[in-house]
């Protein structure tokens, strides 16, 4: 009688499990579902255990609480601003993580089903990283990078937003400063050009978020899984502290670029913006420069 042999194969795309009518559910979306179940578990738990003198866990959770809540005020330089978009971006950096770290864990990579596929036994895992699929990087990015200008609507209204991308003020400026600045002609136009750039940048914003974040992550388990092939039990043992590491970075950078994009979205860049705000485009290309080079990383 001839073996069957089940193979693992680790593909770029989510497996699916089940469909419910025409929805299918894969195994990211699954991972995804059990972060936000851990997370909500937990709440509910320090909710429940909250007391004026704090026991050991409710203390740990508070100095992560002002410790992220620091690290936003340095990227804001605002504590309104601070305010409303800590527990925005908080819930993100929280899901991100627990989403990185579940898909690493032995016991939840080894459920799953066995489905025959072109004569060919195939392992497909119950859980999967949620971040090692496009779709839902892509959506947490399309989320976010939205959300900042409607954030950026709410601060500063919707025309002062809309004219970030589409200058109309500017070229509209023409016809009143050509007589005392005929200089007007070659800086409006060219004003208006760096407008549409920034519409285009947010598209770009959305690429960066994505593909950074889901590269990462597939990275990873491409890596784990080769040298859990190699050497089945010593040598993966650093990788995945590795990778624990790298999962922490990746939540923390997303959730602070996030936090740069909410911020830059909030200001005023018009000439009386800067009028009304003093300093504001020191800070504005601060932000810029601050959202560069965590980027890069």
């Given amino acids: 009688m001839e073996e069957n042999n089940v193979q693992h194969e680790?593909?770029?795309?989510?497996?699916?499990?089940?469909?419910?009518g025409n929805f299918e559910v894969t195994n990211s979306l699954l991972n995804s579902w059990l972060a936000v179940l851990v997370i909500i578990v937990l709440?509910?738990?320090?909710?429940?255990?909250?007391?004026?003198?704090?026991?050991?866990?409710?203390?740990?959770f508070e100095i992560i609480m002002l410790?992220?809540?620091?690290?936003?005020?340095?990227?804001?330089n605002d504590r309104k601003i601070s305010m409303k978009v800590f527990p925005i971006v908080l819930?993100?950096?929280?899901?991100?993580?627990?989403n990185n770290w579940l898909g690493l864990l032995p016991v939840v990579g080894s459920m799953g089903l066995?489905?025959?596929?072109?004569?060919?036994?195939?392992?497909h895992p119950l859980f999967r990283a949620g971040t090692a699929d496009i779709n839902t990087t892509l959506a947490l990015s399309i989320l976010f990078v939205v959300g900042a200008n409607i954030f950026g609507i709410l601060s500063i209204g919707a025309w002062k937003t809309f004219n970030k991308y589409?200058?109309?003020?500017?070229?509209?400026?023409?016809?009143?400063?050509?007589?005392?600045?005929?200089?007007?002609?070659?800086?409006?136009?060219i004003t208006f050009f760096v407008g549409l750039l920034e519409l285009i940048g947010e598209f770009a914003k959305i690429a960066s978020l994505s593909f950074r974040l889901f590269g990462n992550?597939?990275?990873?388990?491409?890596?784990?899984?080769?040298?859990a092939a190699i050497f089945l039990y010593i040598l993966p043992g650093p990788f995945l502290f590795l990778e624990v590491f790298i999962g922490l970075i990746q939540a923390l950078i997303f959730s602070?670029?996030?936090?740069?994009?909410?911020?830059?979205?909030?200001q005023d860049h018009s000439p009386a913006g800067h009028a009304s705000q003093g300093d504001a485009g020191g800070e504005h290309e601060k932000h810029e420069k601050h959202g560069e080079e965590l980027a890069h990383v």
């Fill in 91 to 98: 819930p993100l950096f929280f899901f991100i993580l627990v």
């Fill in 10 to 20: 680790l593909t770029i795309y989510a497996e699916p499990i089940f469909h419910v």
């Fill in 217 to 227: 992550v597939f990275a990873g388990e491409v890596l784990l899984a080769s040298m």
């Fill in 256 to 266: 602070l670029l996030a936090t740069v994009y909410f911020t830059i979205a909030s």
């Fill in 67 to 76: 410790g992220a809540l620091s690290l936003v005020d340095q990227v804001t």
């Fill in 114 to 123: 066995i489905i025959t596929e072109g004569g060919h036994s195939v392992f």
């Fill in 43 to 60: 709440c509910v738990a320090l909710r429940l255990k909250l007391k004026k003198i704090p026991g050991k866990l409710q203390h740990i």
């Fill in 166 to 189: 589409v200058n109309l003020e500017v070229l509209g400026s023409i016809f009143i400063k050509i007589k005392k600045d005929p200089s007007i002609l070659l800086v409006a136009p």
